[in-house]
């Protein structure tokens, strides 16, 4: 069965430092997004990606944030100055299209020192 | 207006049982409804989900209920089973604001004892 798969699975860093999540989403799909969840928290919105551009982001992406999808295969979230606060598990997901299902990857735990 | 509000936060029920978790909402332009299952270490999945359009939705043990004046819709588990032991997000979204822009409630984590 086709699936989202997120690497790495636990990233530490230090505060100030950027880092690069990674994800790939299942292959015919056309929509991106991703998500993250503080530990204990509600899963949260972040973006939305289709065609080479954001089609939606919430107030949580700030210019701290960044997405790409460098090749045909991958989609990267960037953050460019980490915070202590920045640290939660960050979702991947993609669809097929913007009104079905979408499709979480297993998260990267993100933890900032 | 945003928020979609879930309770409980936990839930032990016995093998057999049903669980019941409730969700309400604000924003009258939220016409998707989902819910996702979510066990540890994993994303979250799409469990079920309705249009508010219709009162009821099952799939198999899975219900929801839901009630457009009320603005509020529940999830029922018949016959819980162990297997059901995971965390529980009800979720909200609209045409408008676009599908896969989610809001989630706080979720709820649900234990079956056998």
């Known amino acids: 069965e086709p699936e989202v798969t997120q690497t790495p699975s636990h990233q530490v860093t230090q505060m100030g430092q950027e880092v690069i999540l990674r994800c790939v989403p299942i292959s015919n799909h056309l929509y991106f997004y991703w998500y993250r969840q503080i530990l204990g928290q509600k899963v949260e919105f972040l973006v939305s990606f289709y065609y080479n551009e954001i089609s939606d982001k919430s107030e949580i992406f700030d210019d701290q944030f960044s997405v790409e999808r460098p090749d045909g295969s991958n989609f990267t979230l960037k953050i460019r100055s980490t915070k202590l606060e920045d640290s939660a598990m960050y979702f991947c997901a993609s669809s097929l299209d913007a009104e079905l299902e979408a499709f979480f990857g297993q998260g990267t735990r993100l933890t900032v020192v | 207006q945003q928020q979609v509000k879930q309770s409980p936060q936990s839930l032990i029920v016995q093998k057999g049982g049903i669980s019941i978790i409730n969700c309400a909402y604000e924003?009258?332009?939220?016409?998707?409804f989902p819910w996702y299952q979510q066990f540890p270490g994993k994303g979250p999945a799409l469990l079920i989900a309705?249009?508010?359009?219709?009162s009821e939705k099952k799939e198999g043990r899975f219900t929801i209920s839901f009630n457009k004046s009320a603005k509020q819709f529940s999830l029922h588990i018949m016959d819980s089973q162990p297997g059901d032991s995971a965390t529980y997000f009800c979720a909200a979204s609209s045409r408008s604001g676009g599908y896969q822009k989610v809001t989630f409630g706080t979720g709820t984590k649900l234990q079956v004892i056998p």
């Open positions: 924003n009258t332009a939220f016409d998707y």
């Open positions: 309705i249009r508010p359009d219709v």
